[in-house]
């Protein structure tokens, strides 16, 4: 692949132009990278849950325009996969750190590959990308601002545990998940509802929190 820099592609066509060439870029850098399987072929990887999905480049690009983040930002997401959306955000936002956590060794070794390519092509506008292969639940989240969790498939159990891990931090936290907590948390304000496509429908509510850090 051939080392092609921001500054020699974009120029005129701003920020529409850039939303182009990031999605351009991801297609180019995840060719044969699927949460599902090891490689391009038919064979499922050994281990793996087969419940995969992920937002789409729309659906990041929609979500980023919402947060509307800045370099004293730091992104995270809770169950990264294969690293996509944790990527499209260092490519598109000047943030102080953007970072993916995955328990699964699999699809947390395919997202260091792509992110190895990815600081190759010096694509990355993010102060610092990370992916690191750990429990959601015990990660160390004490620097995030912005937490975002495709939690379709997460029991309410769970993510009252996610709610209490981000209580406890005692910070000014968003948070944007795939699915609505079943009981209200005190600190939890619901701001918004975004409607964002994803790898398995083109209409996926996600829920907005502001968490007040007490």
Not at 80 to 88: E, I, K, T
Not at 111 to 124: D, N, P, Y
Request: net charge positive.
């Amino acid at each position: 692949m051939k080392k092609t820099t921001w500054a020699s592609f974009i120029g005129i066509g701003g920020r529409s132009s850039e939303k182009t060439v990031v999605k351009r870029n991801l297609k180019l850098l995840y060719k044969g990278v699927c949460g599902f399987f090891q490689d391009a072929g038919d064979a499922p990887c050994k281990g793996l849950a087969l419940t995969y999905g992920e937002l789409t480049p729309v659906g990041v690009s929609r979500m980023l325009d919402y947060l509307q983040m800045n370099r004293q930002d730091v992104f995270y997401d809770l169950g990264s996969g294969v690293g996509r959306a944790v990527l499209q955000v260092s490519m598109t936002a000047s943030i102080r750190k953007s970072a993916g956590i995955e328990i699964v060794e699999a699809r947390h070794k395919a997202a260091k590959r792509v992110l190895s390519a990815t600081r190759k092509q010096a694509w990355i506008k993010s102060l610092a990308v990370v992916f690191r292969q750990e429990s959601l639940l015990e990660t160390d989240l004490k620097d995030v601002t912005v937490v975002y969790v495709a939690s379709t498939c997460f029991s309410g159990n769970f993510m009252t545990k996610i709610a209490r891990k981000l209580i406890n931090l005692q910070e000014a936290i968003t948070l944007v998940s795939l699915r609505e907590f079943e009981r209200k948390h005190r600190g939890f304000d619901h701001v918004k509802t975004l409607t964002l496509p994803c790898t398995w429908s083109r209409r996926v509510t996600a829920h907005v929190h502001r968490i007040n850090g007490s």
